[in-house]
């Protein structure tokens, strides 16, 4: 087959599409999607860790990185949160790089938290308590 410029270039479009594809196909893959039938983890209790894993689903939409409920709400469906714990739901003053806030600028659980891996350090903090807190009250 003898292509012309035209079909030259439409031929390397579509090798560019194929390999983005792939690449794009593995990234998910990666991303560890893990599925059960409804019937088997309808009463897990410890979402955080279900056949050494997280359950993907417990939390996200089915394969998709939003979240079902509202974050707060959703870890609260089993954490009772009392007058004791650091206050969610306030605006922090500045973005910080490594931990995530919701809409608004808003302190979460998943801000101090890593929902994914709760055994990494104790309360599955996701930074050192003293280095944690200073990030967001620099020099207490
Ligand atoms: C206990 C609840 C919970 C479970 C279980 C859970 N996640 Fe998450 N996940 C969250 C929360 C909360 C966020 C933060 C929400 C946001 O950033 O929008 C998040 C964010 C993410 C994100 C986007 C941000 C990032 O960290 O990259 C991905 C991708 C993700 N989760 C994948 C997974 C996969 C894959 C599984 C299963 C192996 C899983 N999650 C299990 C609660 C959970
Ligand atoms: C379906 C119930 C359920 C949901 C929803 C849930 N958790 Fe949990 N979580 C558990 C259970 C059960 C444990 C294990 C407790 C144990 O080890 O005895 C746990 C453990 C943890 C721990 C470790 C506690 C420790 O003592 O070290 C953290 C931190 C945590 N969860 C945070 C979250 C956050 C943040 C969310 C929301 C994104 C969330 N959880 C949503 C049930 C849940
Ligand atoms: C500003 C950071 C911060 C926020 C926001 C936060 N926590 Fe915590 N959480 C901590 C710290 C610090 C500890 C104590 C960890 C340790 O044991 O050293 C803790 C402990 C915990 C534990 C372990 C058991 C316990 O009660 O000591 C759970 C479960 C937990 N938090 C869930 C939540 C949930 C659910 C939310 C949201 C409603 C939340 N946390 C919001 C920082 C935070
Ligand atoms: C992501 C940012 C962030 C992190 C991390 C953080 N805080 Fe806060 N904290 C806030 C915001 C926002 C408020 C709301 C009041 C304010 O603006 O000072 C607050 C309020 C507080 C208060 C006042 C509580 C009340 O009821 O008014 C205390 C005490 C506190 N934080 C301690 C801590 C400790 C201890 C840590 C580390 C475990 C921590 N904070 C980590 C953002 C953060």
């Excluded at 031929?11 to 998910?28: E, F, I, M, P, R």
């Excluded at 059960?36 to 209790?45: C, I, Q, W």
């Excluded at 605006?91 to 608004?104: G, T």
């Excluded at 903090?125 to 807190?133: G, I, V």
Aim: glycine residues 6%.
């Amino acid at each position: 087959m003898k292509l012309d410029r035209k079909g030259r270039i439409v031929a390397a479009a579509a090798v560019v599409v194929v390999v983005v594809v792939a690449a794009a196909a593995l990234a998910w893959s990666r991303r560890g999607w893990v599925s059960y039938p409804t019937a088997e983890v309808v009463n897990v209790r410890n979402v955080h860790d279900y056949k050494g894993k997280p359950l993907c689903q417990a939390c996200h939409l089915e394969r998709d990185a939003r979240i079902k409920a509202d974050p707060v709400v959703l870890c609260q469906r089993c954490h009772t949160f009392g007058h004791g714990n650091h206050p969610v739901r306030v605006a922090a003053k500045k973005a910080v790089s490594d931990l995530p806030l919701w809409a608004k600028d808003q302190v979460v659980c998943h801000t101090c938290h890593d929902p994914h891996d709760v055994r990494r350090r104790k309360g599955g903090l996701r930074l050192a308590f003293n280095e944690l807190c200073d990030r967001c009250h620099p020099g207490h």
